[in-house]
Nanobody, 125 residues
Framework: QVQLRESEGGLVQAGGSLRLSCAAS????????MGWFRQAPGKEREFVAA????????LYADSVKGRFIISRDNAKNTVYLQMYSLKPEDTAVYYCAAAYFGAVAGTAERNFASWGQGTQVTVSS
């Protein structure tokens, strides 16, 4: 089992940038694909991005493609989400998640075994 803890989010103006990090503890981090999800008020949690075990393959939601970058540092047991050109509609609680396997298996929550507690990102207009 992997335990995950997201960094503090924050309040950003539209057009700004923010980087989230997620520190993992546990022996299997470098073997697991990792993902980021988000949940806006009144909406279901949705997929944002995922990265395979060695960083060689990534997947993004259409809504963030070209603006967000997911990366990982296995030596630091950390996965990152760099967010650029933020929009008010990016406001949400962001969650990192560890997948069951090393490959990116898709966007469904059922592919992910462990979850962080979430961190709030607010983008003001």
């Amino acid at each position: 089992q992997v335990q995950l803890r997201e960094s503090e989010g924050g309040l950003v103006q539209a057009g700004g940038s923010l980087r989230l990090s997620c520190a993992a503890s546990g022996r299997t981090f470098s073997s697991n694909a990792m993902g980021w999800f988000r949940q806006a008020p009144g909406k279901e949690r949705e997929f944002v991005a995922a990265i395979n075990w060695n960083g060689g393959n990534t997947l993004y939601a259409d809504s963030v493609k070209g603006r967000f970058i997911i990366s990982r540092d296995n030596a630091k047991n950390t996965v990152y989400l760099q967010m650029y050109s933020l929009k008010p509609e990016d406001t949400a609680v962001y969650y990192c998640a560890a997948a069951y396997f090393g490959a990116v298996a898709g966007t469904a929550e059922r592919n992910f075994a462990s979850w962080g507690q979430g961190t709030q990102v607010t983008v003001s207009s």
